[in-house]
């Protein structure tokens, strides 16, 4: 069965770092990318970064680049984003997902083409 798992969610003052991870267990392949997404209340979900399976390559989205570190130890190792200089506006719930890869490695935060997902974990951010 495949299932990933966030945790390290948490609240954060302003200015302050959180550490996220996602376990991945159970999926068909062990060529998968995985993504961060975010939804805050009311809003569309977001992209906030994926890595590749052997998290030898990094995406980010606007918003968090230069803040947020995606990485993962080794292949299908735990995947963790590493979250600094936190503001207000990135509270929200963050999910992991995972995609399989095809055979060149294309980064992608789309979120419809994710079709393993977490059930997330809220991030808040506020002094």
């Known amino acids: 069965q495949s299932q990933l798992v966030e945790s390290g969610g948490g609240l954060v003052q302003p200015g302050g770092s959180l550490r996220l991870s996602c376990v991945v267990s159970g999926l068909p392949s062990d060529y998968y990318t995985i993504a961060w997404f975010r939804q805050a209340p009311g809003k569309e979900r977001e992209a906030v970064s994926c890595?590749?399976?052997?998290?030898?390559?990094?995406t980010y989205a606007d918003s968090v680049r230069g803040r947020f570190t995606i990485s993962r130890d080794n292949a299908n190792g735990p995947v963790y984003l590493q979250m600094s200089s936190l503001k207000p506006e990135d509270t929200a719930i963050y999910y992991c997902?995972?995609?399989?890869?095809?055979?060149?490695?294309?980064?992608?935060?789309?979120?419809?083409?994710?079709?393993?997902w977490g059930l997330g974990t809220q991030v808040t951010v506020s002094s």
């Open positions: 890595i590749r399976h052997d998290g030898g390559s990094a």
């Open positions: 997902a995972a995609k399989e890869e095809g055979t060149y490695y294309v980064p992608s935060l789309m979120a419809l083409e994710y079709r393993y």
